[in-house]
């Protein structure tokens, strides 16, 4: 059974710092990556990390501010949000995705969701 679990969610103020973690299990991953969805919005694209290579993508609201990274051969990604905003507040998913098709920012390309973790950022 192919699991994502996050954790690291809560509520910071404008300018804090919140580091969210993902642990994958079940399988084998070709890319793990964070979305957000805040109330009343589509679900969006945050950040993706590909095994090979280590390249990584970030959505222009949040490069400069956010980096994601992967503990050596486990399935963990890690996403370190700096100076975070009120506009970042959202339910963060964790996302992997088993092959290459499709676009790294569309939602439709990964096979398997975390729960989400909630990020609120006050201002």
């Known amino acids: 059974q192919v699991q994502l679990v996050e954790s690291g969610g809560g509520l910071v103020q404008a300018g804090e710092s919140l580091r969210l973690s993902c642990v994958g299990s079940?399988?084998?991953?070709?890319?793990m990556g964070w979305f957000r969805q805040a109330p009343g919005k589509e679900r969006e694209f945050v950040a993706v990390h590909y095994w090979t290579g280590g390249v990584t993508y970030y959505a222009d609201s949040v490069k400069g501010r956010f980096t994601i990274s992967r503990e050596g051969a486990r399935n963990t990604v890690y996403l370190q949000m700096n100076r975070l905003k009120p506009d970042d507040t959202a339910v963060y998913y964790c996302?992997?995705?088993?092959?290459?098709?499709?676009?790294?920012?569309?939602?439709?390309?990964?096979?398997?969701w975390g729960q989400g973790t909630q990020v609120t950022v006050s201002s």
């Open positions: 996302a992997a995705r088993t092959d290459s098709p499709g676009p790294y920012y569309l939602t439709s390309s990964y096979n398997y």
């Open positions: 079940g399988r084998t991953f070709y890319a």
